[in-house]
């Protein structure tokens, strides 16, 4: 007879819950009890135990953030501290230890691993879907809409005023959040960690006055991934006003982005991967990520995900600018059509 | 020169507004004109002609339902009508049709193929997802969260009052949005047109009756695919509520499901939809569907999206299976554990 | 040492735990302790006894629903259940009950002071806003905004397809939520309980056909209160389809009206309620309701809340049929002008 | 036959729309023309003129923004402006101006009425809800309505986390959305400009340090007004911080506030005060705001709307004290009880 344990660890992420109510229901059907910890590593270390039956996860695939808490945990990459989460997992009777998120928690659990003689297995939990062996991790697609509706926001106020907005969305050191807030809200310009070469502010600020010629009276929306301009995005806020003459107002979206009730697909997704996360370790695999490829759920090696780094679609890439770059090019074609 | 015409055809879905951006502001890149007609094929044959330029596409895509009008239009079978459209085409200097619809438009599409020499591309908006050939339909992602949100309310009165409730989606003839809804909304039964063998009347009312039992102060949801039951939803909760002695709510969702401003998800896919079928015209295809299989971008001859039937995943429907089946073995686990 | 009890009673509202929050809060500032029933009134006579306390109360307020459960027990009417719950009430040394309802949960509070001694005070909660000696009920502001993105929705098809739609909401015997939800949704006609005369079939037939003419590309809203056309809204859609000729989809928007956030309005009205429904105990007031006029909180005794009819606002009803007129008589208008 | 002139001024608001149509609407009914100035003062300036119709108002209501767009205009202010905006009103015809904004505007309607002999009619339109004379502006509801929703989302990452969040919500120089922010969220903490004395940082820091021991796996939000902290928002959050020991985040709400669909609250208030609009104008009244106090529509002369101090309601204020105050109190009243 099992006992699997299950934390939630780094950045909470819409969708965690309804990956624990899969793994709890999954579970129980096999007759494998389900454990938790609260605050990811530190609740194993600090013993914050709390037992998980299919009678309360009822109602919460619905709710954000994480009813398991999570937490950043540096201190779990000294050794010691490792060694006392296995000797933690050991006294409860834990064979198998299910970690959801990012690549900081995989790190640990790679670590633990060392350490630890039971199963680990990995599920993809975080907003930036940085993660590299799935197409997408949990909570991603809620991070999303909730920047592009929070866009869709500003687009109004930036309308009304003819304004132009530099809008700072998360991403920590990735161009996922700010690739599909650009696409899904048309946004006039976009600068990712990932565009090679990176857009330049003499080429910004020319085609924010090209366009303010083309559309005096209308919005202009640059999209800025978070990181990764000097100085944040009221510096460039300040360096484009002055580069153009327009003002240029800076609107950093923040924490918003992460909380939220989960989108459908977020909760199908964490639904998916809690399950076969079960099944993974009734096959006895371990050290692994569950990830979703091309709809199939696979197994990827934990290193893997860490390691590699996980490129954005080139096709989503040149579908955004493709369709911004035709903004200043129309006039010529109405002309000529 | 080429010039496109684009219409929407059949119901409406959410990011059919973006898939027309994308067409315009791709063509206009490409030295290519496009152009409108309001109402799908109605609109082709009464000449109800729309001028479509990228200055006009800066806003639309965050808004639902569909700027150039749809219509619903049995007429369209008949062969005069088709040589009336294909005429009209011809006069406009069309040499390109993109229609943006489900089965039933393609139907027409492959019709109008007999009568007009033009290129013919489909591009699958329908919030059912009942098209083969592709994964995903644009529209559905959208409706799939509207129905969620909408459970998502009924289960918190559900909840208060200790209710049962039969909730009917849409879906056509098929059982896609149930699936995604049920599974999404943590659903305690589902009744899909798919399934083999259909739920009972008495499978599904003892199963009612076990769950009160076990949860007597809690709430439980049945997912009812539209045009399923006979005598529909209403018929269903009367027959639940004798056969049980429970009183089983009728809630059908109706048409708030078809409605809504498009999730990012939809968006996007509308957005490589619509590039994509100006790629395909620029390469000479023609009598294709331009779909997404795999995360990759494929094209479809027409007749095979409505010939053919797409099955639910199966990994889905288990998916469902198996976390709603748990609540009524659970309380014999928890004994054991 | 005073004990409170509370219960919400009858259908749930949006600010139900709002409430509740701010009972609880404000009792332990003054050293009183708060319990709950659950499932109102029944709740009380089979002892669901809940303690409550701040702790617990810090996440309840954004919730919809009531954590405390709800019930309609037309049991309660009868002397010996009264009876019974004046025993429990006192078994658990309670002074006073605070009932969270609409009016027939008043109407039972009235009943009960027959038989109990303790203090009874009334706070409205019921989306229908039908309580007279308030403003405004908890839950109507949240039911209102409900129905009004739902027919938001349903506008984008119908404009999609230009299409008339019958919009069923609630209000049981009042037009409260039918009045705002037509004036928020710029909807083309209504029809309400406390309309007179009321709208006849060839009136709302001419208007849609002249609808029809000016505006032939567009959608036509008519929204109808529950309980009041012979049939229901499907009747009603189908008689207006004989008469018109036009196809007159009908559309109850149903149980989702119930659900849902709390929006800002609820939380604060509810909150406010709470707290003042414990200053009344603390100042010794009894059979009364707490209520909100003209901005200022108001004890009314609580047989004036359901014995009185509650009008709707004149100059609310005469704003929408005026707006709503314009449509057909501005085409000649525009002509002189 | 009169001409009517609407423009909207200074930031925009949600509902602004809304009010619009009903200018429109009533006007045309009553056989006046209306007409629009795009872009606020400066659109009369240079004649930005666009005529306004009935059949064009039937779908704006429900967007947010304006889309008679808006400006800020400081040189308004100065003599010739005023006389050239003076003399386009004639040019036009026009016979009254309905003003849709904030005191700037109200302040900029004042200053053309010495130069201009039209009647001028103010209609409260501003988030901020800071003008006196009226209970509630257009645009304050939903901005408390957005602030809330996004407060909530930033609850369940900082429950995750067990964190602090210092949020810092929009106002000017009024504390209105902090207020209705913070007892609709049920905050832990706020800062507003009105409160006297101010909040002390190691009053907060103490508080802060309290809630810590007595939940230490809780979320703890501090509303701040903009404007009001030396340093803003960030500042606050480093010197919380230090003094706690704890780290506080900072989280700006920025421009989404301004943004979105109105509520019903605010379409149903903007048609009210745009219909009784056009009956001052009509009665012949000039140089007055049209508000709502105590649900009643009334005119206040336009200076006394913005020489005034307008005070956050002192229920209200005591409410939320006293609902946060509880929170390290009922330890104590827990083992009393």
């Known amino acids: 007879m099992k006992r699997i344990a299950v934390i939630t660890s780094g950045g909470d992420a819409p969708g965690m819950n309804a990956c624990i109510r899969a793994i709890v229901n999954t579970a129980y059907q096999e007759g494998i009890e389900v454990v938790g910890f ?73 670590h633990l691993a060392n350490y630890w003689q039971g199963q680990i297995i990995g599920i993809p939990g975080t907003i930036d879907n940085d993660l590299a062996g799935t197409d997408i991790t949990i909570g991603f697609a809620t991070a999303v809409d909730t920047a592009m509706e929070a866009i869709d926001r500003v687009r109004e106020t930036a ?5 132009v907005f530099i809008i700072e969305v998360m991403g920590r050191q990735a161009g996922f959040i700010g690739l599909h807030a650009a696409i899904s809200s048309a946004a006039e310009a976009m600068i990712l960690p990932e565009m090679d070469p990176q857009p330049k502010l003499p080429e910004l600020a ?25 100085g944040g995005v009221h510096a460039l806020a300040e360096s484009l006003t002055k580069a153009t003459g327009v003002t240029c107002h800076a609107c950093p979206l923040g924490h918003i982005q992460r ?8 909760r199908i997704l964490a639904m998916q991967l809690g399950q076969a996360a079960v099944s993974a370790i009734l096959e006895g695999s371990s050290d692994v990520m569950i990830g979703l490829e091309n709809e199939h759920v696979v197994e990827v090696p934990l290193h893997l995900t860490f390691d590699r780094d996980k490129p954005l679609a080139p096709r989503l890439v040149n579908l955004q600018l493709g369709l911004q770059g035709v903004n200043f090019t129309s006039k010529k074609v109405r002309k000529n059509a």
Chains 1, 2, 3, 4 share one sequence.
């Open 159 to 163: 309308e009304a005023m003819a304004r």
């Open 38 to 110: 609260r605050h990811g590593y530190r609740g194993i270390v600090d013993n914050l135990f709390q037992p998980l039956h299919p009678d309360d996860m009822r109602l919460v695939s619905q709710r954000g953030g994480t009813f398991l808490k999570s937490a950043r945990y540096p201190e779990f990459r000294e050794v010691e501290t490792a060694q006392k989460a296995a000797t933690q997992l050991n006294n409860h009777d834990i064979s198998a230890l299910v970690v959801i998120g990012g690549d900081g928690s995989f790190r640990g659990a790679a």
């Open 259 to 266: 909380g939220g009730r989960p989108n459908a697909q977020d």
């Open 206 to 230: 020319d085609n924010i006055k090209q366009a303010r010629v083309a559309f005096p009276d209308s919005s202009y929306i640059v999209i800025l991934s978070e990181n990764l301009w000097p």
